[in-house]
T-cell receptor, first 113, second 114 residues
């Protein structure tokens, strides 16, 4: 079963615009990660935010985490056509000891040149 | 190596055939995970190794699925008597040390069972 749920399921924007994707999850977490997946390829790690952090930046990426609402958002600023991909949030299995990730269904982002 | 590698990248199998999928982890990474990703879905956990020990196999969907990592490095996921519902992308991920850290994913093996 999947814990996270990304919103929206699909997003289409013009190059240069900002893209915001949201993720909600159900149980307590140690950290939350965002991954990107290009068509037919593996997952590329973008950013990890720990449960005691509220905001994190990496280049054009900004991630926020609200543990009281069990939600996170990923903002991509000044989007490029190369940002076209599916984006997944993943949380750890807090109650478990193994650290396996629990993924949402993803947001499919399309950036038009 | 520079990253996690998986082979083959694509596999077409006839129903009932056995398949073996290989994962070469990043050198020195202790933890190794297998995930299954169905079309249009996020990856779902299958099994986890710490070195050569398989510590969690709770995600394996049936006893037709078997994974091993005999020397704590390369891992193989084997599926016996494949069924159409096994068609998916199988992803391997490795992690340097303990839990709660970044997992690095391979490109995946796309399995199609006809």
């Amino acid at each position: 079963s999947q814990q996270g749920e990304e919103d929206p399921q699909a997003l289409s924007i013009q190059e240069g615009e900002n893209a915001t994707m949201n993720c909600s999850y159900k149980t307590s977490i140690n950290n939350l990660q965002w991954y990107r997946q290009n068509s037919g390829r593996g997952l590329v790690h973008l950013i990890l935010i720990r449960s005691n952090e509220r905001e994190k930046h990496s280049g054009r990426l900004r991630v926020t985490l609200d543990t009281s609402k069990k939600s996170s958002s990923l903002l991509i600023t000044a989007s490029r056509a190369a940002d076209t991909a599916s984006y997944f949030c993943a949380t750890d299995d807090y109650g478990g000891s193994q650290g396996n990730l629990i993924f949402g269904k993803g947001t499919k982002l399309s950036v038009k040149p | 190596g520079a990253g996690v590698s998986q082979s083959p990248r694509y596999k077409v199998a006839k129903r009932g055939q056995d398949v073996a999928l290989r994962c070469d982890p990043i050198s020195g990474h202790v933890s190794l995970f297998w995930y299954q990703q169905a079309l249009g879905q996020g990856p779902e956990f299958l099994t986890y190794f710490q070195n050569e020990a398989q510590l969690d196999k709770s995600g394996l969907p049936s006893d037709r699925f078997f994974a091993e990592r005999p020397e704590g490095s390369v891992s193989t996921l084997k599926i016996q008597r494949t069924q159409q519902e096994d068609s998916a992308v199988y992803l391997c991920a490795t992690q340097k040390g303990g839990v709660w850290e970044t997992q690095y994913f391979g490109p995946g093996t796309r399995l199609l069972v006809l």
